[in-house]
């Protein structure tokens, strides 16, 4: 079992809808984060969530530390969106400079 | 925002020469950068954490001394992938967390990219 797991792996939805990425993990965690890698590869960090929710645009994060997991939502869902969207967690330490562990990312195709 | 610039962003070269792949951190200082490797429709793995003026640190499995990483600055990591093989083909990215930027902010824990090195050896 992964230490960082993601569903759906893949997922097409019609422009406008609401899209849910789950992120379940198993470690201890300072962090978590939320990346966007676009087809050319470019990857872009959309959040970086200790507790609770963060929002950001059509874009929401959120985590539950105690049951271990965390929902990426879009809301109004563009073309522009697709991509694949990576949850990546950042293992507890004193130095700040402890690498990510990340889920098999999923990847999203909004249809026009 | 804090900006990290990869470069090349694509080489193609023959089998048995080295490439040599830069992160360079524009606007922060970062103590520490970590080297990824991507195969297509995989997800990202960590090859090696690069720590400014030591030895970097290897994941199990990853050879030090073909991919060799050298961490003179601040701002600059640089991977050197030697005696290229085929097999080495893949996208090559860079990762780093600001420890002080110019704003001066200290260890921010947010973290950027690299844009990304395509590496094609024939």
Redesign the interface.
């Known amino acids: 079992k992964n230490e960082v797991e993601q569903s759906p792996q893949n997922l097409t939805a019609q422009e406008g809808e609401f899209i849910t990425i789950n992120c379940s993990y198993s470690v201890g965690i300072s962090?978590l984060?939320w990346?966007q890698q676009h087809p050319?590869?470019?990857?872009?960090?959309l959040f970086?969530l200790s507790s609770g929710k963060k929002k950001h645009g059509r874009l929401i994060a959120t985590i539950n530390i105690q049951e271990k997991h965390s929902s990426l939502h879009i809301t109004a869902s563009h073309p522009r969106d697709s991509a694949v969207y990576?949850c990546a967690v950042?293992g507890r330490s004193n130095f700040?400079?402890e690498?990510?562990t990340?889920?098999?990312?999923t990847r999203l195709t909004i249809i026009p | 925002g804090a900006v990290v610039s990869q470069h090349p962003s694509w080489v193609i070269c023959k089998s048995g020469t080295s490439v040599k792949i830069e992160c360079r951190s524009l606007d922060f200082q970062a103590?520490?950068m970590?080297w990824y490797r991507?195969f297509p429709k995989?997800?990202?793995m960590?090859m090696a954490?690069s720590n400014e003026g030591s030895k970097a640190t290897y994941e199990q499995g990853v050879e030090k001394d073909k991919f060799l990483i050298n961490h003179a600055s601040l701002t600059l990591s640089t991977l050197t992938v030697t005696s290229a093989h085929p097999e080495d083909s893949s996208?090559y990215?860079c990762?780093a967390?600001p420890?002080r930027t110019s704003g001066g902010a200290i260890?921010t824990?947010?973290?950027?990219?690299g844009?990304?090195s395509?590496l094609t050896v024939l």
């Open positions: 962090a984060h990346l050319g590869g470019g990857i872009v960090s970086m990576i950042k700040g400079n690498k990510l990340f889920g098999t990312g | 103590t520490t970590f991507q995989q997800s990202l960590l954490t996208f990215i990762s967390t420890w260890n824990g947010e973290l950027f990219f844009e990304g395509r």
